[in-house]
Each structure stands twice: as C-alpha cells, then as structure tokens.
C-alpha cells in the first residue's frame, strides 16, 4: 500500500495547484524517481505539460506525454487514462477520482485545490485510502 501525502492549497487558481504539482514531480524527478502526473483531463495536461518546461526560470523537468501504445522513455510522465506506467514511484493526483491501480505505485500526492467541490473530492479520495489501510499525511500548502 502505497504513503499517500495530500496537499490542501489555500489558493484558488489553478495554476497554483498545477505550480505544486510541478514543484513535487521536479523533487521526485531530482531523486531519481519515476513520476506519473495523472491530470484530470486533456486540457489540464497540455497546461502541465507547459509548465514543467516553464514553472521555474533556472530549470526545466524533461518529459513526455503517456500513452500506454509506446514504451515511454522520459522519468516523468503526464497523462489522462486509466493505464499505469510501469515502475511508477510517484503518482501526482490532480484529478477529481482516485486511479484503480494506484496501489502499485509506491507513493501517491494527491493535490487539492481550494475550490468547495476540489474539497469534497479531497475529502472523498481521503477516506477512500485511509479504507484501504494507506499511511495518510497531510500538509497545508
């Protein structure tokens, strides 16, 4: 079973959540670790995928869309679908559900925004692992 950490944000926008996300898979990425950033939809990939290019002036996160046909060759996947990369080390949840296959990654950051119905997601996905007997942490961002 996978520690699964939140990430509660107190602003709005979702360049924030999207600023956080990118901030977790860059230290993941530094250590080495292979990130799956699970984006909620096609639209909020394409904004990931700009901003792990462009989110910090003096360095840049290389990466590649997911798709399960190809074997991927970046550390660091974004994608939408329901398949899991293999060796995943780190899933970064932006979406509003909590992927089927998310036990079999060793670790998962679930980011939520401050938005009511971004809440009551959060809050959802959080008892739904805390069932399935995950280590929950959760911090104020």
């Known amino acids: 079973m996978p ?8 602003d709005p926008e979702e360049a924030a959540l999207l600023h956080v996300a990118c901030r977790l898979t860059e230290k993941a990425w530094g250590q080495g670790q292979r990130v799956y950033v699970l984006a909620a939809d096609d639209a909020q990939a394409a904004r990931m995928d700009e901003m792990l290019w462009t989110f910090r002036q003096d360095s ?3 990466h590649e869309p997911f798709s399960s046909d190809n ?3 970046a550390r660091v996947l974004v994608g939408t679908g329901h398949a899991v990369p293999e060796h995943t080390d780190l899933l970064v949840n932006l979406g509003a559900e909590i992927p089927p296959w998310y036990a079999q990654c060793n670790h998962v950051a679930d980011v939520v925004g401050a938005e009511p119905g971004h809440k009551a997601g959060g809050r959802k996905r959080y008892r739904v692992y805390r069932d399935a007997g995950a280590e929950l ?3 104020e961002v």
């Open 3 to 10: 520690e699964v950490n939140f990430y509660i944000l107190s």
């Open 137 to 139: 942490r959760t911090h």
């Open 71 to 73: 074997p991927p060759t």
């Open 60 to 62: 840049f996160v290389p």
